[in-house]
């Protein structure tokens, strides 16, 4: 090599720097191996890494050759802001109204590119066996949260039980409802009471995560929004990346992959049978993304 002609001096300053470089560059190496690999696994940021669903995902995306690390978090407010400062490749946890009051509130760019369920958010009642028997001026408990709110307005709206002001836009609240053309009234409540308030009521939303606990058999809801339902769209769970990262090909494998029999039967079964997969393209998921933030900005 032309290398080896230059002389000792050279040779041994050559050798020195490869010294330094070997010492203070293994973070350095990592990041140059390709995304995905063993040396440099694609980091997703959820909440509850225990869920059975991914182990198997894990399983299949290694034998697709793509290596992952499943980073867990405790609480919700933890994976954007790390995956915005780049501590992660990736998370799925949250809905995308999660997701488009993250990006306003901090002016960000995080970006869905895939989808995996519906949680649905359901009407039970103790006093009536279907939607039909609530009465004209019926009282109806709805979680007084922002989020969850809005979601139970537009369950009691696509129910037929109420309408809603066609400006109420992706975040209404019981000041949207036009009461002339709505049967029933709502009472807003901690959305842990809407269990307890089913003895004094006709019926109420019950968030998914309050429906086991209660002993309420999801069999038995009245009456309840899916992956289809237009109300439901702001509440798509997804995958989701830096903007800038939005069309990576690995990433886009990695939802290809989660979206496998295998791995949503299992996310299935951890629901209770609750969920309802949703496969929407990040194309949509990212229009309503957009028309969702626009409605937060304004």
Not at 85 to 92: C, M, R, V
Not at 139 to 156: H, K, S, W, Y
Request: glycine fraction near 6%; charge should be negative; aromatic fraction near 6%.
């Amino acid at each position: 090599m032309t290398y080896a002609r230059r002389g000792a001096v050279l040779a041994a300053s050559a050798a020195l720097a490869l010294t330094l470089s070997a010492c203070g560059g293994a973070a350095s190496s990592d990041a140059e191996a390709e995304k995905g690999s063993e040396e440099n696994p694609v980091r997703i940021g959820v909440v509850g890494a225990s869920d059975p669903q991914w182990p198997i995902f894990e399983r299949l995306a290694e034998e697709d050759g793509i290596h992952v690390e499943i980073v867990n978090f405790s609480d919700y407010t933890q994976p954007n802001p790390a995956l915005s400062q780049g501590e992660l490749d990736l998370n799925q946890f949250q809905h995308i109204l999660y997701l488009a009051q993250y990006n306003v509130a901090d002016d960000q760019d995080l970006t869905p590119i895939g989808a995996t369920a519906v949680y649905p958010l359901a009407l039970y009642s103790l006093e009536h066996g279907d939607v039909e028997e609530i009465p004209d001026g019926g009282e109806i408990a709805i979680p007084n949260d922002v989020t969850n709110q809005a979601r139970a307005l537009f369950v009691l709206e696509e129910a037929g039980l109420l309408t809603l002001a066609e400006d109420a836009g992706v975040v209404p609240d019981p000041t949207d409802i036009v009461e002339e053309e709505s049967s029933v009234t709502v009472s807003p409540v901690d959305a842990n009471q809407t269990v307890v308030a089913l003895d004094s009521v006709d019926a109420s939303i019950v968030n998914n995560d309050f429906v086991d606990d209660a002993g309420l058999d999801p069999s038995d809801a009245l009456f309840q929004d899916s992956a289809e339902s237009e109300g439901a769209r702001p509440y798509i769970n997804v995958w989701a990346s830096r903007g800038d990262e939005a069309d990576n090909e690995t990433y886009a494998r990695l939802v290809e992959i989660f979206q496998q029999e295998e791995v949503t039967d299992a996310l299935l079964e951890n629901s209770g049978g609750t969920a309802s997969l949703a496969d929407q393209p990040a194309e949509e998921l990212q229009e309503i993304l957009a028309e969702v933030e626009a409605s937060l900005s304004e």
